[in-house]
């Protein structure tokens, strides 16, 4: 296999109280509750994290990484195990301030609890239903980037602007990636849910018009499962067959002895960001 690998990250710190109490005294912590949309009937909060510099640079504006699911990126409190988060503003200021990355404002869009798997799955599995990700995805273009870009100082062009998430939040990434190209330029596709729908996916990826100058972060841990490496590899291989360059404009990363969890993709949420927002 030519792709790299890297640690899995199984020995990640948990997030403590403590932390989650200054979270609440953080001024560049912003929550915007109940977010409602006219495509989709479930609203949903928005959590905004600012790096140091749009406190210090006011006539600056910045690169936005939008983030599924939410309420795992911050508070431990909110996270779907108890303060088992990514730690994305801890990572994000430690780089920022490092110099390894530009200042980029986070923005996590809570999932909607039951109908999560409605909303991030573009097509309909036979089985499981689900179907809603072209409606999330409007949402997404026509009112919540609005709004991001209405009430803060962003750069609102493709190449400043990202989206990403895990499991069924890397499979709505990756169809973003090929629906709104115009849109969005940079994507985490983390432990993405090929399988959904017999790997339809790869079928919308094969038959879109291909846009290489995206830069795509892809990867899968071994602990995942057999099934879901190889499904990562096919992606992989039909990228590099659609154009993408290996280690350019796509990264390709298994990590040995991965799993599904927060603390997982936490542990690599630092290379993401690297490889999307390095200087």
Known sequence: MDASVEPSGRSHSLQSDADNQALDRNPR???????????LPTSRD?????????????N??????????????????LSYIRNSTWQAHTTADALTAAREIEPVILVGIANTGVDRMLE?????????????????????TQELLPFIGANYRTLQDPQNTAIGGSSLGGLISLWLAMEYPQTFGKFAVISPSIWWDHRSILSIVKNTPPNPKQR??????????EQPVR????????????????NETLAYRVIPQGIHTESAW?????????FLFSR
């Open 29 to 39: 912590y912003r929550i915007h509750r109940s977010f409602r949309s006219t495509f």
């Open 46 to 58: 928005i959590f905004v994290y600012l790096p140091q510099a749009y406190e210090e640079q006011p």
């Open 60 to 77: 600056r504006n910045f690169p936005v990484f939008y983030l599924h699911d939410g309420q795992n990126l911050f508070d431990g409190r």
């Open 120 to 140: 991030y799955t573009p097509t309909t599995d036979f089985r499981l239903g689900g179907g809603k990700g072209p409606l999330y995805g409007q949402l997404l």
């Open 216 to 225: 795509i972060w892809l990867d899968i841990g071994t602990g995942e499962g």
């Open 231 to 246: 499904d990562a590899e096919l992606l992989y291989r039909l990228l590099l067959r659609r154009g993408w360059k290996d």
């Open 266 to 274: 936490a542990a690599r949420f630092g290379n993401i960001l690297r």
